[in-house]
């Protein structure tokens, strides 16, 4: 079984910074991509940035220039460094892999609230 904690969400200012770490932990085989969506209130979730083992990364086309994607493969961490932050970006944020032994639709955590306030 495989588990994802999220930590790093919060309150903070348009123009403001954040950075959000997902831990995943238990038995895994191995994780090739490793993601962050985002769920603003009264929306669908959608897609924020994914990256995978080997360092390839995707965008959406609001976050490109302001967010950048990393992850430690050693810790099995991924991190999301959020920069001049809008309050558009206000959402439950959640990470999610693919990780072995796969399952349908990943992994998910458990959410991590940003707000940004104008």
């Known amino acids: 079984q495989v588990q994802l904690v999220e930590s790093g969400g919060g309150l903070v200012q348009a123009g403001g910074s954040l950075r959000l770490s997902c831990a995943a932990t238990?038995?895994?085989?191995?994780?090739?991509?490793m993601g962050w969506y985002r769920q603003p209130p009264g929306k669908q979730r959608e897609l924020v940035a994914v990256i995978s083992s080997g360092g390839f990364t995707n965008y959406a086309d609001s976050v490109k220039g302001r967010f950048t994607i990393s992850r430690d493969n050693a810790k099995n961490t991924v991190y999301l460094q959020m920069s001049s932050l809008k309050p558009e970006d206000t959402a439950v944020y959640y990470c999610?892999?693919?990780?072995?032994?796969?399952?349908?639709?990943?992994?998910w955590g458990q959410g991590t609230q940003v707000t940004v306030s104008s």
């Open positions: 238990g038995t895994i085989l191995s994780i090739d991509f």
């Open positions: 999610n892999t693919d990780a072995r032994p796969r399952r349908p639709g990943g992994y």
